[in-house]
T-cell receptor, first 112, second 114 residues
Framework: KNEVEQSPQNLTAQEGEFITINCSYS?????LHWLQQHPGGGIVSLFM???GKKKHGRLIATINIQEKHSSLHITASHPRDSAVYIC??????????????FGKGTLLTVNP | KAGVTQTPRYLIKTRGQQVTLSCSPI?????VSWYQQTPGQGLQFLFE???????NKGNFPGRFSGRQFSNSRSEMNVSTLELGDSALYLC?????????????FGPGTRLTVT
């Protein structure tokens, strides 16, 4: 079964702390996405990666294909980083049948 | 460049009715995907369209359908609405289909079924 597990489910941090959110998946993938959703529903794509590491500002995303695991790191966290972070995976189901499967999300609250 | 737009933003319908939601992708993007988000199930993939053809489909009943037009705009339709169809419906566009292209999400349509 194609599954995506995120941890932790909830995370509270103080401003300035280093944050790590984890995502594990069950079988081979073609791509992994990290998404950010603020209250009100809007979703922003933060990263799409299939190998290695990507960095954008204070955000860093890594993926280990062999271990089927990805992490999203936030350095020097800020209250505006408070949001739900969602891991989404494109499992390679063969042929052109790529389906995006989502984790349950991590609710991050950064207190000033 | 304008982002992904969805209309309407909010909708209230009654059980048994049908509804049509619209999504206009970013100019030049040819792939449109639809997702349902509920508090209980989270985000779930509905279907993906590319070049007016449905390329992938999630595990939803036949009451959920969609189409894509030659200008890449897409519509999804839900017939015989049920209370459980109340959700945020999101569409996302990408340059091409096939899995390895970044997705750009619209603001969503919040559907309430009473």
């Amino acid at each position: 079964k194609n599954e995506v597990e995120q941890s932790p489910q909830n995370l509270t941090a103080q401003e300035g702390e280093f944050i790590t959110i984890n995502c594990s998946y069950s079988v081979g993938i073609s791509a992994l996405h990290w998404l950010q959703q603020h209250p009100g529903g809007g979703i922003v794509s933060l990263f799409m990666l299939s190998s290695g590491k990507k960095k954008h500002g204070r955000l860093i995303a890594t993926i280990n294909i062999q271990e089927k695991h990805s992490s999203l790191h936030i350095t020097a966290s800020h209250p505006r980083d408070s949001a739900v972070y969602i891991c989404a995976v494109r499992f390679n189901s063969g042929g052109s049948n790529y389906k995006l499967t989502f984790g349950k999300g991590t609710l991050l609250t950064v207190n000033p | 460049k304008a982002g992904v737009t969805q209309t309407p933003r909010y909708l209230i319908k009654t059980r048994g009715q049908q509804v049509t939601l619209s999504c206009s992708p970013i100019s030049g993007h040819r792939s449109v995907s639809w997702y349902q988000q509920t508090p209980g199930q989270g985000l779930q993939f509905l279907f993906e369209y590319f070049s007016e053809t449905q390329r992938n489909k999630g595990n939803f009943p036949g009451r959920f359908s969609g189409r894509q037009f030659s200008n890449s705009r897409s519509e999804m339709n839900v017939s015989t609405l049920e209370l459980g169809d109340s959700a945020l419906y999101l569409c996302a566009s990408s340059l091409l289909n096939g899995g390895n292209y970044e997705q750009y999400f619209g603001p969503g349509t919040r559907l309430t079924v009473t």
